[in-house]
């Protein structure tokens, strides 16, 4: 089986992040975002994956070389010279997921973290017979979103209806896909979108069929979403009693540490934390619903809550960063400095305190 990832676009609503690497590669839980999905489809026995991408594919390409290695799995780059939308994507890459096996290839937008259940998404699509498989999720708010009206009996979609004044219904595209081959003879190599303008059209033949995603769903492409995926993702571990949750005197509720990060005496880390590799955490330190990223040093007695802290960066001590404060890449704050939704660029030496949410240049 292949599968093809929508890379896409620069990662703008990530930035600073995204300003030292593409979006794909900034990690989440200690992993590439993007290797979650490439493990989760090789699981499965997906054998090669197509990135659909518009934009640093050297820089993509050269990390996911070392990564075919490792995960056992083929990967490729299809690369756009402009953008092609949601759907023109897969025209461009049409003769890398076309086999003689005739089997449906999967598709997901990047920024999806969720418990990919691929291996239910292929029972069903076999189950129903149609042409096109979607994954749907629940939420609470659907007039954000575009929202997928089905049966609920057998999951056939009825239609799709953008961000609804009125309520028809909760579930709303989650961007994983399962599609016959045959989906490709809809699709014209320009810029055009998969949900708007190619769903739309085998809904109405009848061939469209909807999956409601079990567990929890997050697009993570923004630092307050890329927080609360963080939490469901931990959240998720713990229900699937996993080894890698940290344990100990320190730690509340679930907290991910690599093996190779240091943590002080009379910490508190916790809840929601995820701390990366070669990290220094002095001691007296609280840490709650963060990200520290690979490198980072946080001096003694920092306070760090609802933020995400880039590569290499040095929090100094007493310091207090909060409310979705964002260190970009070798970030300097100095002793005893308060952040309140600070985004920083990358290089920046931060020496008096950011009093209300800005970006700092």
Not at 45 to 63: C, D, H
Not at 226 to 243: A, V
Not at 310 to 323: D, K
Request: net charge neutral; with cysteine; charged share 25%.
């Amino acid at each position: 089986m292949k599968a093809l990832i929508l890379v896409g676009g620069f990662g703008t609503r990530l930035r600073p992040l995204t300003l030292s690497v593409p979006k794909p590669l900034v990690e989440f839980a200690n992993k590439p975002m993007i290797l979650h999905q490439i493990e989760a489809l090789k699981a499965i026995g997906v054998s090669e994956v197509v990135l659909a991408i518009n934009y640093q594919p050297e820089v993509m390409m050269t990390f996911l070389k070392e990564f075919e290695a490792k995960v056992g799995i083929k990967i490729t780059c299809s690369q756009e010279t402009e953008p092609l939308g949601t759907a023109g994507p897969l025209a461009l890459a049409r003769d890398k997921l076309i086999d003689d096996s005739g089997e449906p290839f999967f598709v997901l937008n990047s920024d999806v973290i969720s418990e990919y259940p691929f291996k239910q998404m292929i029972e069903f699509h076999k189950s129903h017979g149609g042409e096109a498989s979607i994954m749907v999720t629940k939420v609470d708010e659907p007039s954000k979103y575009g929202v997928v009206v089905m049966e609920e009996s057998t999951g056939k979609v009825q239609k799709f209806v953008e961000k609804p004044k009125l309520f028809v219904g909760n579930k709303i595209n989650a961007g994983i896909y399962l599609l016959n081959p045959s989906v490709l003879d809809r699709i014209e190599l320009r810029p055009t979108s998969i949900e708007k303008e190619v769903f739309p059209n085998i809904a109405a033949e009848n061939k469209l069929f909807a999956m409601v995603l079990p567990g929890f769903w997050m697009d993570i492409g923004q630092p307050r979403d890329y927080i609360t995926g963080l939490r469901l993702y931990l959240d998720s571990l713990r229900k699937n009693s996993s080894s890698k949750l940290a344990r100990g005197s320190h730690v509340v509720g679930n907290v991910l540490v690599d093996e190779t990060a240091k943590i002080g005496e009379g910490c508190l880390i916790g809840p929601d934390v995820a701390i990366g590799p070669g990290c220094v955490v002095e001691s007296g330190v609280r840490l709650s619903r963060c990200t520290v990223m690979r490198g980072v040093r946080i001096k003694k007695h920092a306070c760090i809550s609802g933020s995400i802290i880039g590569w290499h960066s040095t929090v100094g001590q007493w310091a207090r960063v909060e409310n979705m404060t964002i260190l970009g890449e070798d970030v300097h704050v100095s002793d005893e400095i308060y952040s309140n939704g600070g985004v920083v660029l990358p290089h920046k030496e931060i020496k008096s305190s950011i009093l209300k949410p800005e970006i700092v240049m």
